[in-house]
């Protein structure tokens, strides 16, 4: 266990620009898109036909998988891309999502953020507000996500740091009900431009193996 459990995260890229839909039935068309590619990387990872994929919830409302509950499983779908995590040695969560303007963004920031986040959020540059605070929200939701039950606390108890180089912690505290922040692995993960990804483990030093998705990687 000295290196840690590993997490296999796998991204797609379903649509680009444009093709990303805006109506409601193209909207619905893509999410069932999405579904499918996950169902199909599972069931790769599974080794079993993609008809045996199926979810069910955890007492604690958690989606995992019928047939192999002992499968930690996340997926995140927003805009045209798509991300998978599943680690077989702890609880894991992924988020992913597409950066766009937010009008009410400073008011999001001050209730999500962290005193020192928001500091250090306030000193971005001019049109980079969106993306970073994008980078901050996934980490977070991904920790939501790992956790899976209800949130004993506030978007703005998981506080992020730098993360940005190797060695360098992406939360640097949680809810004490979530544990001391070493039982967990909290990383950034690459996106295409305009998205901005993050997968989360509970359990400490976890190694990433990414993949490609079949349709194209992210």
Do not use: I, N
Not at 128 to 154: I, N, Q
Not at 170 to 188: I, Q
């Amino acid at each position: 266990m000295a290196r840690g459990v590993l997490v296999t995260v796998w991204a797609v890229v379903l649509r680009t620009g444009a093709d990303v839909p805006r109506d409601t039935a193209g909207k619905r068309r893509l999410r069932a898109e999405a579904r499918a590619w996950v169902r199909g990387r599972l069931a790769e990872r599974l080794r079993a036909p993609a008809a045996r994929v199926q979810w069910e919830r955890s007492r604690a409302g958690k989606p995992r998988l019928a047939h192999d509950p002992g499968l930690y499983v996340s997926y995140s779908h927003s805009g045209g891309v798509v991300v998978l995590a599943a680690c077989a040695g702890g609880p894991v969560g992924v988020d992913v999502e597409r950066v766009v303007p937010r009008p009410h963004l400073r008011e999001l920031a001050e209730e999500c953020l962290a005193p020192s986040e928001s500091a250090s959020w306030r000193g971005t540059a001019p049109g980079r507000e969106a993306d970073e605070f994008a980078r901050l929200w996934t980490r977070k939701e991904a920790v939501l996500k790992a956790w899976g039950r209800g949130f004993p606390g506030s978007l703005a108890e998981v506080v992020t740091g730098p993360g940005a180089r190797p060695g360098e912690p992406a939360v640097l505290a949680l809810p004490a009900a979530l544990g001391p922040v070493g039982l967990w692995t909290v990383r950034d993960l690459g996106a295409p431009g305009g998205y901005r990804a993050a997968v989360a483990c509970r359990a400490p030093a976890a190694r990433l193996d990414v993949r490609p998705g079949a349709a194209g990687g992210a």
